[in-house]
């Protein structure tokens, strides 16, 4: 797996941060090793790099061999389990216990069912019942654990079935902040919206090319439009149809466009 590390690179610039553990070569000229991804911005994670996530995570549990690779195994910073069919814990590494809290003994004394949150345990049941029946096909599932403490962390998982089917290879990866920064992006939008939708003046909000992307309520009424119709529409174009005498309005004279060129606050009050 190659990391790229450089300034610029399309990992720095998602905000995901890693580090290779281990890299070995296993004799037919195939690398193998453990890359460990972090998130670091503060921001939600686009579906694609959910799903960069999870392919790394596909190739890990897809070319693991705890025999073979332990000292890998054993120094990923992400959790990895081999689970038998009754869903007990073969082997897992230490990142179990620091993610959970429980240790190893513990682990592996219930079945993996019995950490689940209880709403979370039809969606367990039925990605381990796809892994019975999708040969060698990666399945995802995100799930909340119990912790030692009594708390829940959210786990998102990769695994699938060794070749003879008898055992599930699987990495998670710990999600949790992830998740809470996400809920309370949602809030503060929700919240950014009843304040936006409750004042007097008419707010809209812009994209660098005037397309309008958000309006309130009295910006809506202001000028004749459902608040819904504005979305997509190029500001000067709807509002800067002609001047009072009819000659057209050129877009260099839009306050708009000459707030996005110059990056300064203008006040107009005769437009």
């Known amino acids: 797996?190659?990391?790229?590390?450089?300034?610029?690179?399309?990992?720095?610039?998602?905000?995901?941060?890693?580090?290779?553990?281990?890299?070995?070569?296993?004799?037919?000229?195939?690398?193998?090793?453990?890359?460990?991804?972090?998130i670091t911005s503060e921001r939600c994670l686009a579906e694609d790099e959910i799903a960069f996530m999870r392919s790394v995570g596909a190739i890990i549990s897809g070319t693991l061999d705890v025999a073979q690779h332990r000292p890998l195994f054993d120094l990923s910073i992400?959790?990895?389990?081999?689970?038998?069919?009754?869903?007990?814990?073969?082997?897992?590494?230490g990142a179990w216990?620091?993610?959970?809290?429980?240790n190893a003994e513990e682990l592996r004394a219930r079945r993996m069912i019995e950490f689940v949150h209880p709403e979370d345990?039809?969606?367990?049941?039925?990605?381990?019942a796809t892994l019975r029946?999708?040969?060698a096909e990666v399945v995802g599932v995100e799930l909340r654990y119990l912790t030692r403490?009594?708390?829940?962390?959210?786990?998102?998982?990769?695994?699938r079935t060794s070749s003879d089917g008898r055992l599930i290879y699987a990495s998670a990866k710990d999600v949790t902040a992830l998740r809470q920064r996400e809920a309370d992006f949602r809030k503060m939008a929700a919240d950014n919206e009843l304040i936006l939708g409750s004042v007097g003046?008419?707010?809209?909000?812009?994209d660098l090319r005037g397309t309008i992307v958000y309006a309130n309520l009295a910006c809506a009424q202001l000028l004749g439009w459902e608040a819904a119709e504005l979305i997509g529409r190029n500001m000067h174009q709807l509002v800067h149809h002609a001047h009072a005498d009819g000659s057209p309005f050129p877009i260099a004279e839009c306050p708009t466009f000459r707030a996005i060129g110059s990056g300064e606050v203008l006040r107009i009050t005769d437009d």
């Open 149 to 159: 403490s009594g708390d829940y962390r959210q786990m998102l998982w990769s695994a």
């Open 1 to 38: 797996l190659l990391l790229e590390r450089y300034d610029g690179s399309p990992l720095q610039e998602a905000g995901v941060r890693g580090g290779v553990c281990m890299r070995l070569n296993s004799g037919d000229g195939q690398p193998q090793g453990i890359l460990s991804a972090h």
């Open 121 to 128: 345990q039809e969606e367990s049941a039925v990605a381990r």
């Open 201 to 206: 003046e008419g707010i809209c909000r812009t």
């Open 78 to 93: 992400d959790p990895l389990a081999v689970i038998d069919q009754e869903g007990y814990l073969v082997t897992i590494n």
């Open 133 to 135: 029946q999708r040969d």
């Open 97 to 102: 216990e620091r993610a959970l809290g429980w």
